[in-house]
């Protein structure tokens, strides 16, 4: 549950990524949107490796016990 | 309706998504209807709303968030219900060519499961611009940020409703006893009966079209010369037997 949680948040995390980058489009949050963006994006990443990690474990786990 | 603690919890989780998702709709309709007034006291009033607004809609996507995995807990909880069914895609299939209001069911899961990641999607997304709004002086982002929310308020309601409808709906399947074309070429009392089934299948199709054109024509041919030796014109329906020249 949580490997899919996170990978719900990782590919989410770039869609909102990109909601600001194009929504998010004026003068006065110029500064904002990289920063913005950069930390939704490690978020992204964060939770896709999270994810693949865990579910990698899993199977690898599942394998060993396997009779 | 099937009453266990997951349907109950669901339930009570649906309502207070309408209930809220409505008061959010009520209030960005309302905060955007007062934004035009410069009074002192309406803008007072708009900013006590904009706080209201926005705790609203953070309880809002906290109840999206958390009505996702009830609802396939849901699902999972309906198993045991029917023999057949041994998973949750099981579940799904529930309803499927029954002539009932269960019919409605899978048709309704399916969109279900469409509106629940585009409403955490939606909240989420709100959440992010709402954050970047704050973080400037004048608040550009504001119209931007209340169609987000008015967005996710519509979405939140729609799921609410779609949600409310499946738990309220009879899981009882009906079906119909035979099929309506087995019932009009397997009737005893029919002709059709003496009909090889190897002769009307869809490869003969082409043959069977030459056919009735060829049957029909032969028809009205032999119609129309019955009728042009006793003069009766051919508009008519009378058969040669009841022709009296014939």
Known sequence: MIAVGMFVLGAFAVGWAGVVSLLGRHPETDVLIGLYVRKLLQVGLFGCLGSLLMLSLELALAWVQQP | MIVNAYAVLDGFLSV?????????????????????????TRMRTREERGTLQFLTACLLVGLSIISWPVFYLLLQSYVPAWDGVMCIYGVTQIGTDSVGPARFLPELLRVMQLLKPALVFAGGAWLVMHLL????ASGPLAGRVRFMLLLLSALATADAITEISYLVIPKKEEFVASGCCTQAFDGSARLSRFLPREWVDDAHRPALYVLYFIMNSSWSRRQRRCCSSCHITTAHTISCRACPRA
């Open chain 2, 16 to 40: 207070l998504r309408l209930a809220f998702g409505l008061l959010a709709f009520y209030l960005v309709f309302a905060t955007w209807r007062g934004s035009r007034h410069v009074d002192e």
């Open chain 2, 133 to 136: 709004n704050t973080g400037t």
